[in-house]
Structure formats: structure tokens, C-alpha cells
């Protein structure tokens, strides 16, 4: 959709000039899509600029694609002779029949339903989930499969010093986690007073541990182990969650799987 403005000597040139917020409400003030008269476009200008400002961060590639989005539904309304509000611009009706009428690629039109859906969002003062995360910002997220050396080295030094309350607490506590990583073990997990002492060991290691560390290491243990990952799942009830921490591995694999792996791969041996 394109648009009308006034133009400016200094238009400004830079990235940083481009999204400065003055500069962005001066380019909301002067946008009106071609498609609809100046009279009806006024009628939800200050609404529609004042939403898409608060609706994401402030750039200039952000602020236009969304007035833009708004003045498509803004036109989509008046040639259905509909009321031309946001109100009604953004409800669930309208953007169903906007989205039907849209003739573009599936990635574009899925690309305008998901600035819709944010509008629609901040308009309603709900929360609107983050934008897409970098590569392999999610994989750097888990607990690496490094933890693995951790666990072990803290089993060492635990066991150089078994004598130790807490030392024997840690061991105890690992102990029962093994077992119990395996789906429908009955196997109890150590109390809370002997879980807190594990961690006091770890502590003073310069190895804080959470229980959720510690489960996740043992997923790894697991996903190291020399079978079939179906097998894998059935014996250790594996969620999604448990089977992503092998993400974590994915810089070290080769680029091609060994003819062993090959066969693992496909569940044969």
C-alpha cells in the first residue's frame, strides 16, 4: 500500500535518523493511504499512529509496515461500506474478511496476519509474545552437553571427601536422580534438607546446581547412550523438551553421520 506525505528538505537519511521517535511521528502525521479520501482516513489517523507507536519497537521499517497494514483494512472497510473505525478495523471479523480478500504470496499474507494479530494486541492492552529470537539464541539457552564434564568432576571431588556430610549428600542426591530418569521409575527422590546440602557441596565447588541442571545433565547422559533414539524415548519417557538439549551437541557432529550413526538414525542395528 502506498502513500501520500509531505515532503521536507532535510528528509533524513540515516538509520538512527530514520527511527527517531520525533522523526517517526512526523512521518505517521503526514502518511494517508492512497486508496482512501484525506476525510475518512482522519477519522482514525491519531488512533491509528498513536497504536502503532506503542505496538513494537520503534523503527521506521516497524512503524511504516504497520500504518500500512491499518490503511489496507481502513480501505478493505470503506469498500465494504463499513464503519471506518479501529475499533472496527481491528476486530476478529474484519481482519477474517481482510485476510480473505488478500490475493498475495502465503508468506506475505501470513506475514500481514502476524502484524495484524500484534495491532490487534496492543489495541486490546494484551501481552504480545517477543520478537523472533537470533540463530541459535534458543540452543545457547539449554544446558550444554559440557555440563556432563561438570557432573563428573563434582562426583570426583565428592568422593575424595565421602566422609563429608555434604559431600555424601550430593552423591546421594545424583544417586537417585539416575534412576529415576528412567519413565515410570518408583525410585524416591532425596528429601529437601539432603537436596540442600548437595547444593551447599556444589557451591562450594564453584558448581551452583538447580534441580533442573541436574536433570537436564542426565538427559545427556542419556541421549549419549549407543541406541536408537525411539528406543531412548520409550525407556526414559523423553519429552520435546528432553530431546532438544541434543541441540547443544549439533557443532561438534560431523557434517556427515558415520555409517554406525547412519543405522541408528533409522532405528536398525
Known amino acids: 500500500m502506498s502513500n501520500t506525505h509531505d515532503t521536507d528538505d532535510t528528509v533524513p537519511t540515516t538509520a538512527a535518523a530514520l527511527n527517531d521517535p520525533d522523526e517517526l511521528e512526523r512521518f505517521l502525521a503526514a502518511y494517508r493511504p492512497k486508496d482512501v479520501e484525506a476525510a475518512i482516513w482522519a477519522r482514525v489517523r491519531q488512533s491509528a499512529a498513536a497504536l502503532v507507536m506503542r505496538a513494537g519497537e520503534p523503527t521506521r521499517l516497524r512503524v511504516e509496515k504497520d500504518i500500512q497494514l491499518l490503511g489496507a483494512v481502513v480501505a478493505h472497510l470503506v469498500d465494504r461500506g463499513r464503519e471506518t473505525t479501529l475499533d472496527e478495523a481491528l476486530a476478529d471479523r474484519t481482519l477474517l474478511s481482510f485476510d480473505t480478500s488478500l490475493t498475495a504470496s502465503a508468506k506475505t499474507r501470513e506475514n500481514k496476519r502476524g502484524i495484524a494479530r500484534r495491532?490487534?494486541?496492543?489495541?486490546?492492552?494484551?501481552?504480545?509474545?517477543?520478537?523472533?529470537?537470533?540463530?541459535?539464541?534458543?540452543?545457547?539457552?539449554?544446558?550444554?552437553?559440557?555440563?556432563?564434564?561438570?557432573?563428573?568432576?563434582?562426583?570426583?571431588?565428592?568422593?575424595?571427601?565421602?566422609?563429608?556430610?555434604?559431600?555424601?549428600?550430593?552423591?546421594?542426591?545424583?544417586?537417585?536422580?539416575?534412576?529415576?530418569?528412567?519413565?515410570?521409575?518408583?525410585?524416591?527422590?532425596?528429601?529437601?534438607?539432603?537436596?540442600?546440602?548437595?547444593?551447599?557441596?556444589?557451591?562450594?565447588?564453584?558448581?551452583?546446581?538447580?534441580?533442573?541442571?541436574?536433570?537436564?545433565?542426565?538427559?545427556?547422559?542419556?541421549?549419549?547412550?549407543?541406541?536408537?533414539?525411539?528406543?531412548?524415548?520409550?525407556?526414559?519417557?523423553?519429552?520435546?523438551?528432553?530431546?532438544?538439549?541434543?541441540?547443544?551437541?549439533?557443532?561438534?557432529?560431523?557434517?556427515?553421520?558415520?555409517?554406525?550413526?547412519?543405522?541408528?538414525?533409522?532405528?536398525?542395528?
Open 119 to 269: 495491532l490487534q494486541a496492543a489495541h486490546r492492552g494484551l501481552p504480545w509474545r517477543e520478537g523472533r529470537r537470533k540463530d541459535g539464541e534458543r540452543v545457547q539457552a539449554l544446558v550444554s552437553h559440557d555440563a556432563v564434564d561438570d557432573l563428573q568432576q563434582l562426583m570426583r571431588a565428592a568422593a575424595l571427601v565421602a566422609g563429608d556430610d555434604e559431600a555424601a549428600a550430593f552423591i546421594a542426591a545424583v544417586g537417585a536422580a539416575r534412576p529415576r530418569r528412567c519413565a515410570g521409575s518408583e525410585v524416591p527422590a532425596v528429601d529437601e534438607a539432603t537436596w540442600q546440602r548437595a547444593r551447599r557441596f556444589a557451591d562450594a565447588q564453584g558448581r551452583p546446581i538447580t534441580r533442573r541442571w541436574l536433570h537436564a545433565v542426565l538427559t545427556h547422559e542419556v541421549l549419549t547412550q549407543d541406541a536408537p533414539v525411539a528406543v531412548l524415548i520409550a525407556r526414559y519417557g523423553l519429552s520435546r523438551r528432553d530431546l532438544d538439549l541434543g541441540l547443544t551437541r549439533a557443532a561438534t557432529l560431523p557434517t556427515a553421520p558415520t555409517s554406525t550413526h547412519h543405522d541408528l538414525l533409522r532405528g536398525a542395528r
